[in-house]
């Protein structure tokens, strides 16, 4: 009995071994050096995770991803336009324009979103529950996601996915099929190389997600300053500013109380960071912090600080600022270079 129970496991060995190396090529293939910070990262991997559970590409993932953030900012619960929710409106199959969800389903499609909800008896607002609903019950257009999941071209996924799965009205746009390649591929590099912190900034995009969070509140304690440090604090490196931030201050060199002066003010260089001084308009990228000596719009001694948005060409770029116009609160403006604030001293920008 013992030699036959040697010989048996000497049968099962090989294929145990085999066993034990696919199971180990299965998991090196989903991603495991990646580590969400942002609530937007953690949107993305959680669709990530889901596509790959269900036999699909981190391509395709990747391209369904891009799409996503250009719909709704990687924001479950958001409605088109950031509208409230009304069920009237929302039930009524024959109204468009009041797009919902990740996806930003409309009419007929958002309608069977929040009845499958229902059926469930979850929020629609379940990251989950909105995934679920793509894949198996959004009729012919589940097929038409599975069958995207296998590709492995990003850029023509990514192209497809706007044209025949969201079928927006800015699917024949070039720049708006560029901007979505330009989000999916960034999204492909975070998810395979591992978080960068900040979310997105790209170039013409308009959108850098840990900010898009926070439209309409008051960021930290409410000034200019407060807006960069909760900026900067989602990088997670050696440099906080402090200005209501429940880390503090550090990383500090210099005056931190003029915000004109936080190029100078903290050792950027050494934590990962570059400092353009004195800038020209041909130097800014979206993602930057910007940083402003008084004069024009910053009207005090203190200056006045932002993050760069876009960067559109013709001197015209878009910021998040808070404390500008529209109060203590998280807000965009279009700015022209050189008018609204005469005076930028410095460009922060993350290596």
């Given at each position: 009995?013992?030699?036959?129970?040697?010989?048996i496991?000497?049968?099962?060995?090989?294929?145990?071994?085999?066993?034990?190396s696919?199971?180990?090529?299965?998991?090196?293939?989903?991603?495991?050096?990646?580590?969400?910070?942002?609530?937007?990262?953690?949107?993305a991997?959680?669709?990530?995770?889901?596509?790959?559970?269900?036999?699909?590409?981190?391509?395709?993932?990747?391209?369904?991803i891009?799409?996503?953030?250009?719909?709704?900012?990687?924001?479950?619960?958001?409605?088109?336009?950031d509208?409230?929710?009304?069920?009237?409106?929302?039930?009524?199959?024959?109204?468009?324009?009041?797009?919902?969800?990740?996806?930003?389903?409309?009419?007929?499609?958002?309608?069977?979103?929040?009845?499958?909800?229902?059926?469930?008896?979850?929020?629609?607002?379940?990251?989950d529950?909105?995934?679920?609903?793509?894949?198996?019950?959004d009729?012919s257009?589940?097929n038409?996601?599975?069958?995207?999941?296998?590709?492995?071209?990003?850029?023509?996924?990514?192209?497809?996915i706007?044209?025949y799965?969201?079928?927006?009205?800015?699917?024949?746009?070039p720049?708006?099929?560029a901007?979505r390649?330009?989000?999916?591929?960034?999204?492909?590099?975070?998810?395979?190389t591992?978080?960068?912190?900040?979310?997105?900034?790209?170039?013409?995009g308009?959108?850098?997600?840990?900010?898009?969070?926070?439209?309409?509140?008051?960021?930290y304690?409410?000034?200019?300053?407060?807006?960069?440090?909760?900026y900067?604090?989602?990088?997670?490196?050696g440099?906080?500013l402090?200005?209501?931030s429940?880390?503090?201050?550090?990383?500090?060199?210099?005056?931190?109380?003029?915000?004109?002066?936080?190029?100078s003010?903290?050792?950027?260089?050494?934590?990962g960071?570059?400092?353009?001084?004195?800038?020209?308009?041909s130097?800014?990228?979206?993602?930057?912090?910007?940083?402003?000596g008084?004069?024009?719009?910053?009207t005090?001694?203190?200056?006045?600080?932002g993050?760069?948005?876009?960067?559109?060409?013709?001197?015209?770029?878009?910021?998040y600022?808070?404390?500008?116009?529209?109060?203590?609160?998280?807000?965009?403006?279009?700015?022209?270079?050189?008018v609204?604030?005469?005076?930028?001293?410095?460009i922060?920008?993350?290596?």
């Amino acid at each position: 009995m013992k030699k036959i129970g040697f010989i048996i496991g000497l049968f099962f060995l090989p294929i145990i071994i085999i066993m034990f190396s696919i199971s180990a090529s299965t998991e090196s293939d989903t991603t495991t050096d990646f580590t969400p910070r942002t609530e937007q990262e953690k949107v993305a991997y959680q669709v990530l995770q889901y596509v790959e559970k269900n036999g699909g590409t981190k391509e395709f993932a990747c391209a369904w991803i891009g799409n996503m953030e250009h719909e709704s900012g990687l924001i479950p619960s958001r409605i088109q336009s950031d509208l409230p929710y009304m069920e009237a409106t929302a039930m009524n199959p024959s109204l468009g324009g009041y797009a919902m969800g990740l996806a930003q389903w409309d009419s007929g499609r958002r309608v069977n979103l929040l009845n499958y909800a229902k059926e469930k008896k979850k929020e629609w607002k379940d990251i989950d529950l909105q995934l679920d609903y793509a894949w198996n019950h959004d009729g012919s257009d589940s097929n038409l996601l599975k069958k995207y999941s296998k590709g492995t071209d990003i850029n023509q996924i990514t192209v497809d996915i706007l044209k025949y799965w969201e079928r927006a009205g800015t699917k024949d746009d070039p720049m708006q099929q560029a901007q979505r390649k330009t989000s999916a591929n960034n999204w492909y590099k975070r998810l395979s190389t591992g978080s960068q912190g900040a979310g997105s900034a790209n170039v013409g995009g308009g959108k850098i997600d840990v900010l898009e969070t926070q439209m309409g509140k008051k960021v930290y304690n409410g000034q200019c300053y407060g807006l960069t440090s909760f900026y900067v604090d989602n990088f997670n490196t050696g440099i906080h500013l402090g200005a209501g931030s429940p880390v503090g201050i550090s990383g500090n060199v210099g005056n931190t109380v003029n915000a004109w002066e936080i190029g100078s003010a903290y050792s950027w260089e050494s934590n990962g960071w570059q400092v353009i001084n004195n800038p020209s308009y041909s130097d800014v990228k979206a993602g930057d912090i910007i940083n402003w000596g008084q004069g024009g719009g910053a009207t005090t001694s203190y200056g006045h600080t932002g993050i760069v948005a876009s960067v559109s060409g013709n001197n015209k770029y878009t910021t998040y600022e808070q404390n500008a116009g529209q109060g203590e609160i998280c807000a965009k403006y279009e700015r022209t270079w050189g008018v609204e604030f005469p005076n930028t001293t410095s460009i922060v920008r993350k290596k």
